[in-house]
T-cell receptor, first 114, second 118 residues
């Protein structure tokens, strides 16, 4: 079983909906990440939180809004998405957010925007 | 620019065959880290190994082995006596220093899909 838990596993939403993806880890990791993965492509980094502060935003559109309520939780708020935003959204965590620490991924949320 | 190339898009083998997944990287950094991740059909990426740029020793873990050669900028992954459960997409990744040197970021290759048939 993965130590990074993501909910929901699947989400279908319309372009006018507002929804949130949730991620939780209890490994004491200090960095948490959101990645987006399209079919047959590698994961693409969206956001990085380090010590609960946003440290990297890879020029992600504002219809994606991350939130880190505490060191164990990471949310991704979705609003006014487009069909091309349909993808697998992966949460990950790591010890320090540096170049050494391996990432621990969740199972992902498969998002479909209709 | 940093880059990771996995030239093999898909590989299909029969169970018990050995298979090698290739990974070639480009970087100007003298200190860097290389990783392999496995992504089974269930979706999550599973960390397999990390290797730093100063350690060229090959590593073996059960049926898995890794060959790191700085001279050819390669970090290849071999599965010995493959099994159906090895079927997955395998990503090679390079960790780069980002945003002032304190933050890491992974550069993923495009992945190699391995299918092991019974």
């Amino acid at each position: 079983d993965t130590e990074v838990t993501q909910t929901p596993k699947h989400l279908v939403m319309g372009m006018t909906n507002k929804k949130s993806l949730k991620c939780e880890q209890h490994m004491g990791h200090r960095a948490m990440y959101w990645y987006k993965q399209k079919a047959k492509k590698p994961p693409e980094l969206m956001f990085v939180y380090s010590y609960e502060k946003l440290s990297i935003n890879e020029s992600v559109p504002s219809r994606f809004s991350p939130e880190c309520p505490n060191s164990s939780l990471l949310n991704l708020h979705l609003h006014a998405l487009q069909p091309e935003d349909s993808a697998l959204y992966l949460c990950a965590s790591s010890d320090w957010g540096d170049i050494i620490s391996p990432l621990h991924f969740g199972n992902g949320t498969r998002l479909t925007v209709t | 620019a940093q880059k990771v190339t996995q030239a093999q898009t898909e590989i299909s083998v029969v169970e018990k065959e050995d298979v090698t997944l290739d990974c070639v990287y480009e970087t100007r950094d003298t200190t860097y880290y290389l990783f392999w991740y496995k992504q089974p059909p269930s979706g999550e990426l599973v960390f397999l190994i990390r290797r730093n740029s100063f350690d060229e020793q090959n590593e073996i873990s059960g049926r898995y082995s890794w060959n790191f050669q700085k001279s050819t900028s390669s970090f290849n992954f071999t599965i010995t006596a493959s099994q159906v459960v090895d079927s997955a997409v395998y990503f090679c990744a390079l960790s780069e220093v980002n945003y002032g040197g304190s933050q890491g970021n992974l550069i993923f290759g495009k992945g190699t899909k391995l299918s092991v048939k019974p």
